[in-house]
């Protein structure tokens, strides 16, 4: 039986709302072990939260410039070997490259830089490294997902002609309002989020779905972003208008002011055949919609199901699992690269995605700030 990889975790301290899903979903498979971290920029909430949650303290570096330093020191057989960011957006860029610079693989949280130009410069260093970069748009973990990527490759739905992607919150809508309070978010914080915060944030998940599932690429794109206040910086709400390809069209909506809505990610895909419809909400559920037969509903873990969507899930029919499960698939998929073995294509997010996902950021942006123009992506 191999032995587990070391994995080090940066960012994704106590206070985080990511970092217990990278924790569960490392674990899931039995691939991976903590080894080291700096959960926190304050070196006592690091080390007090590594105390809570038992990883050892003698890898518990003050700051990620320590954590390479001292790992760097150690034999190749005890060093980390593999290294998520979990940081707010600013700090993936330096990580990252720093990580690949010094021959880790990564594993690194959306998106992926705050700009593409970073993105194109950490491309670079990554094929330089020739170490495995995995990003996390957890969502693509889903069986179902990967169900749909499966069945359009397939030819399934024929000719697509629309795709609707939506993904709505409300959180931002209790934080808007009030001045101070908008002020103490990071992802409303240029400096901290990038350029945007609705698309940045949510949108580019939207859009990586799009791209995940269709097999095809977004070539244009015409944006409209609601800041709802003069004095407010960041998107909160935009919605994108895409082309694919001659005749492929489609809308992403996205919202962090959707009141009420809690983690609304969706998509429609309408083909020629057939259309598919699937919810985040209720992920395990892919409905099959015809003009001329009744809708089907597909369901994880079946014998028709695609081998991708099959080595999603660890259970028979009717034990449903969810988004940790969908994030360990990304874990699980990363790790079979790591350990030099072979693995699924769409088995976890790539460098690629990451530099498709700022530029639809920085397309988006111009689209709006050009008063809302088409804006090719690259
Ligand atoms: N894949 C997804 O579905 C998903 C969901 C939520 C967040 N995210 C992404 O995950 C990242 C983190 O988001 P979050 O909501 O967990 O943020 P958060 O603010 O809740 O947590 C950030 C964590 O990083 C730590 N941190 C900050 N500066 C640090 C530093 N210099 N060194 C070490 N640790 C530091 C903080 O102490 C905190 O523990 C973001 O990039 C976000 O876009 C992805």
Redesign the pocket.
């Known amino acids: 039986m191999p032995k587990k990889l070391r994995l080090g975790i940066?960012?994704?301290?106590g206070?985080?709302?990511?970092?217990v899903l990278h924790r569960v979903a490392s674990q899931i498979n039995d691939n991976y072990e903590i080894v080291g971290a700096?959960?926190?920029?304050d070196y006592k909430a690091n080390k007090a939260f590594a105390r809570e949650i038992d990883v050892p303290l003698n890898r518990i570096y003050e700051?990620?410039d320590t954590f390479i330093k001292e790992e760097m020191k150690l034999p190749e057989n005890e060093r980390i070997q593999v290294c998520s960011v979990?940081?707010?957006?600013f700090?993936?860029y330096p990580m990252a490259l720093k990580l690949l610079e010094n021959g880790f693989h990564v594993i690194c949280?959306?998106?992926m830089t705050t700009t593409l130009d970073e993105a194109k410069k950490l491309q670079k260093a990554h094929k330089k490294a020739g170490t495995v970069f995995a990003l996390?748009?957890?969502y693509t973990g889903y069986p179902m997902v990967r169900q749909m990527r499966e069945m359009i490759k397939a030819g399934v739905l024929g000719k697509i002609h629309k795709v609707d992607a939506v993904y709505y919150q409300g959180w931002i809508n209790t934080i808007i309002h009030d001045k101070k309070k908008r002020a103490s978010v990071?992802r409303l914080d240029p400096k901290k989020a990038g350029i945007s915060s609705c698309i940045g944030?949510i949108g580019v998940?939207a859009f990586n779905m799009v791209e995940y599932t269709t097999g095809l690429k977004v070539k244009s794109i015409l944006s409209d972003f609601n800041y709802l206040y003069k004095d407010n910086a960041m998107d909160v709400d935009g919605t994108v208008l895409i082309r694919m390809a001659e005749h492929v069209k489609g809308v992403i909506r996205s919202s962090q002011v959707a009141t009420g809505e809690e983690n609304g990610l969706a998509i429609a895909i309408y083909g020629e055949k057939a259309a598919f419809r699937w919810e985040q909400e209720n992920p395990n559920f892919l409905y099959v919609l015809s003009d001329t037969k009744p809708t089907q509903v597909y369901k994880p873990g079946h014998a028709y199901n695609s081998k991708l969507s099959l080595e999603g899930t660890k259970l028979p029919p009717g034990h449903p699992e969810g988004i940790f499960d969908s994030m360990a698939n990304i874990y699980k998929g990363a790790a079979k690269a790591i350990r030099g073995r072979k693995f699924n294509d769409g088995e976890f997010p790539t460098m690629l995605d990451g530099v498709r996902g700022m530029n639809f950021i920085e397309a988006t942006v111009a689209s709006h700030k050009g008063g809302n123009v088409w804006v090719q992506l690259e």
Request: hydrophobic content about 30%; glycine content about 14%.
């Open positions: 940066l960012g994704g301290g206070d985080s709302l990511i970092g700096v959960f926190n920029p700051d990620f979990l940081t707010p957006n700090l993936h949280e959306k998106p996390t748009h957890t990071w944030d998940h």
